[in-house]
Protein backbone atom coordinates (compact mmCIF):
# COMPACT_ATOMS: atom_id res chain seq x y z
CA UNK A 1 0.00 0.00 0.00
CA UNK A 2 1.39 2.98 -0.87
CA UNK A 3 1.79 6.48 1.64
CA UNK A 4 -1.37 7.80 -0.84
CA UNK A 5 -3.57 5.31 -0.08
CA UNK A 6 -2.95 4.66 3.50
CA UNK A 7 -5.81 5.80 5.40
CA UNK A 8 -3.77 6.40 8.68
CA UNK A 9 -0.28 8.23 7.19
CA UNK A 10 1.28 10.12 4.51
CA UNK A 11 5.12 11.68 3.63
CA UNK A 12 6.18 14.39 2.29
CA UNK A 13 8.24 14.76 -0.46
CA UNK A 14 11.39 14.82 1.85
CA UNK A 15 10.38 11.04 3.04
CA UNK A 16 9.40 12.42 6.54
CA UNK A 17 6.33 10.24 7.91
CA UNK A 18 2.94 12.35 9.10
CA UNK A 19 -0.09 11.02 10.30
CA UNK A 20 -2.76 11.32 7.44
CA UNK A 21 -3.78 15.23 8.18
CA UNK A 22 0.12 16.29 8.35
CA UNK A 23 -0.49 17.77 12.08
CA UNK A 24 1.68 14.94 13.57
CA UNK A 25 5.50 15.15 12.52
CA UNK A 26 6.26 10.79 13.43
CA UNK A 27 9.73 10.37 11.76
CA UNK A 28 11.98 12.01 9.56
CA UNK A 29 14.13 9.83 7.89
CA UNK A 30 17.71 9.66 9.37
CA UNK A 31 19.70 8.58 6.42
CA UNK A 32 18.23 11.63 4.59
CA UNK A 33 20.93 14.23 3.02
CA UNK A 34 19.01 17.27 2.93
CA UNK A 35 21.02 19.82 5.62
CA UNK A 36 17.44 22.20 6.15
CA UNK A 37 14.25 21.48 6.69
CA UNK A 38 10.73 23.37 7.40
CA UNK A 39 7.94 21.24 8.61
CA UNK A 40 4.69 21.90 6.59
CA UNK A 41 2.09 24.88 8.26
CA UNK A 42 -0.15 22.13 9.83
CA UNK A 43 2.09 20.55 11.87
CA UNK A 44 1.08 20.34 15.15
CA UNK A 45 3.43 18.13 17.41
CA UNK A 46 6.48 16.12 17.04
CA UNK A 47 6.76 12.71 17.90
CA UNK A 48 9.55 11.03 20.52
CA UNK A 49 12.41 10.40 18.34
CA UNK A 50 11.21 12.28 15.46
CA UNK A 51 14.69 13.40 13.68
CA UNK A 52 16.83 11.18 16.26
CA UNK A 53 20.39 10.53 14.73
CA UNK A 54 19.19 12.32 11.26
CA UNK A 55 23.10 13.88 11.40
CA UNK A 56 22.66 15.48 8.11
CA UNK A 57 20.46 18.33 8.73
CA UNK A 58 21.99 21.14 9.68
CA UNK A 59 18.66 23.49 10.36
CA UNK A 60 15.01 23.10 11.27
CA UNK A 61 12.12 25.69 10.80
CA UNK A 62 8.41 24.76 12.60
CA UNK A 63 5.32 26.81 11.49
CA UNK A 64 3.34 28.87 13.90
CA UNK A 65 0.89 26.01 14.20
CA UNK A 66 3.17 23.77 16.67
CA UNK A 67 2.79 22.98 19.99
CA UNK A 68 4.52 19.99 21.27
CA UNK A 69 8.02 18.52 20.68
CA UNK A 70 8.18 15.17 21.71
CA UNK A 71 11.36 13.81 24.23
CA UNK A 72 14.09 12.51 22.33
CA UNK A 73 13.28 14.36 19.28
CA UNK A 74 16.78 15.41 18.09
CA UNK A 75 18.46 13.35 19.66
CA UNK A 76 22.21 11.95 17.52
CA UNK A 77 21.40 15.01 15.62
CA UNK A 78 25.54 15.59 15.25
CA UNK A 79 24.79 18.56 12.62
CA UNK A 80 22.38 20.06 13.84
CA UNK A 81 23.13 24.22 14.05
CA UNK A 82 19.86 26.09 14.87
CA UNK A 83 16.14 25.24 15.27
CA UNK A 84 13.47 27.74 15.08
CA UNK A 85 9.87 27.74 17.25
CA UNK A 86 7.08 29.38 17.10
CA UNK A 87 5.09 31.58 19.32
CA UNK A 88 2.58 28.33 19.77
CA UNK A 89 5.12 26.32 21.40
CA UNK A 90 4.32 24.80 24.79
CA UNK A 91 6.10 22.04 25.72
CA UNK A 92 9.61 20.45 24.66
CA UNK A 93 9.64 17.04 25.88
CA UNK A 94 13.01 15.37 28.13
CA UNK A 95 16.40 14.87 26.26
CA UNK A 96 14.83 16.51 23.07
CA UNK A 97 18.50 18.08 22.44
CA UNK A 98 20.56 15.88 24.72
CA UNK A 99 23.35 15.08 22.05
CA UNK A 100 23.72 17.51 19.51
CA UNK A 101 27.18 18.89 19.66
CA UNK A 102 26.77 21.45 17.14
CA UNK A 103 24.04 22.83 18.16
CA UNK A 104 24.57 26.88 18.62
CA UNK A 105 21.48 28.58 18.91
CA UNK A 106 17.24 28.20 19.40
CA UNK A 107 15.29 30.82 18.49
CA UNK A 108 11.71 31.14 19.99
CA UNK A 109 8.98 33.32 19.08
CA UNK A 110 7.27 33.56 22.41
CA UNK A 111 7.21 32.88 26.52
CA UNK A 112 8.81 30.02 27.51
CA UNK A 113 7.80 26.62 27.25
CA UNK A 114 7.88 23.97 29.61
CA UNK A 115 11.00 22.08 28.49
CA UNK A 116 11.80 18.28 30.15
CA UNK A 117 15.20 16.85 31.71
CA UNK A 118 18.86 15.92 30.42
CA UNK A 119 18.99 18.46 28.02
CA UNK A 120 22.49 20.30 26.19
CA UNK A 121 24.79 17.67 27.62
CA UNK A 122 26.98 18.30 24.40
CA UNK A 123 26.31 21.80 23.52
CA UNK A 124 25.65 25.17 25.36
CA UNK A 125 22.96 26.45 23.02
CA UNK A 126 22.17 30.34 22.92
CA UNK A 127 18.46 31.20 23.28
CA UNK A 128 17.68 33.79 21.22
CA UNK A 129 13.92 35.11 22.38
CA UNK A 130 11.44 38.24 21.66
CA UNK A 131 11.29 41.38 24.14
CA UNK A 132 7.96 40.83 25.93
CA UNK A 133 7.98 37.35 26.52
CA UNK A 134 8.09 35.65 29.95
CA UNK A 135 9.61 32.82 31.30
CA UNK A 136 13.07 33.26 30.60
CA UNK A 137 15.14 33.96 33.41
CA UNK A 138 14.00 30.29 34.77
CA UNK A 139 15.30 28.91 31.53
CA UNK A 140 19.44 30.55 31.72
CA UNK A 141 19.29 29.65 35.36
CA UNK A 142 18.18 25.75 35.34
CA UNK A 143 20.43 25.04 32.00
CA UNK A 144 23.06 27.58 32.47
CA UNK A 145 22.48 28.96 28.93
CA UNK A 146 22.62 32.17 27.68
CA UNK A 147 19.74 33.77 26.66
CA UNK A 148 19.41 37.11 24.11
CA UNK A 149 16.29 39.64 23.63
CA UNK A 150 15.87 40.18 20.24
CA UNK A 151 16.06 43.68 19.01
CA UNK A 152 12.66 45.37 18.35
CA UNK A 153 9.15 43.57 18.17
CA UNK A 154 7.42 41.24 15.71
CA UNK A 155 10.50 38.99 14.99
CA UNK A 156 12.93 41.30 13.11
CA UNK A 157 15.51 40.99 15.10
CA UNK A 158 15.28 37.03 15.33
CA UNK A 159 14.88 37.06 11.58
CA UNK A 160 18.15 39.00 10.55
CA UNK A 161 19.44 36.93 13.61
CA UNK A 162 18.36 33.66 11.72
CA UNK A 163 19.96 34.58 8.36
CA UNK A 164 23.17 35.15 9.39
CA UNK A 165 22.87 31.76 11.34
CA UNK A 166 21.86 30.02 8.45
CA UNK A 167 24.74 31.42 5.94
CA UNK A 168 27.50 30.82 8.92
CA UNK A 169 26.71 27.15 8.55
CA UNK A 170 26.03 26.43 4.88
CA UNK A 171 29.57 25.05 4.72
CA UNK A 172 28.45 22.66 6.11
CA UNK A 173 29.83 20.12 9.70
CA UNK A 174 32.27 17.54 9.04
CA UNK A 175 33.83 14.52 11.79
CA UNK A 176 37.00 13.46 11.38
CA UNK A 177 37.09 10.42 9.46
CA UNK A 178 37.57 7.08 11.52
CA UNK A 179 36.63 9.20 14.36
CA UNK A 180 34.04 7.04 17.08
CA UNK A 181 30.98 9.05 17.76
CA UNK A 182 31.76 9.37 21.76
CA UNK A 183 35.69 10.87 20.94
CA UNK A 184 33.63 13.75 18.89
CA UNK A 185 31.37 14.51 21.40
CA UNK A 186 33.81 14.90 24.29
CA UNK A 187 35.89 17.23 21.96
CA UNK A 188 33.09 19.53 21.85
CA UNK A 189 31.54 19.58 24.73
CA UNK A 190 31.17 22.82 25.66
CA UNK A 191 32.66 24.73 28.77
CA UNK A 192 29.82 26.46 30.53
CA UNK A 193 29.53 30.63 29.97
CA UNK A 194 28.31 31.31 33.57
CA UNK A 195 24.66 31.15 34.86
CA UNK A 196 21.74 32.82 34.43
CA UNK A 197 22.80 35.44 32.00
CA UNK A 198 20.45 37.61 30.14
CA UNK A 199 22.40 40.65 28.43
CA UNK A 200 19.83 42.60 26.39
CA UNK A 201 21.13 42.03 22.87
CA UNK A 202 24.97 40.60 21.80
CA UNK A 203 24.85 43.10 19.05
Known sequence: MTATANPNYTVDDCGVL????????????????????TAPETVKSVDDGAFAFASA??????????????????DWCLGLGYVCFPATLRTIG????TTCPSLE??????????????????????FHVQENTTGWDAVAERFDVEVV???????????????????????????????????????RRPERRGKGRVPRSRR
Open 18 to 37: FDKGKTKLIKYPCAASHQSY
Open 57 to 74: LQDIDFPASLTTVGESAF
Open 94 to 97: AGAF
Open 105 to 126: DLYFEGNAPTIGDNQFWYSSPV
Open 149 to 187: IGEGSGGEGLGEARGEAAGGRRSGRSFPEGAEAEEVLLA
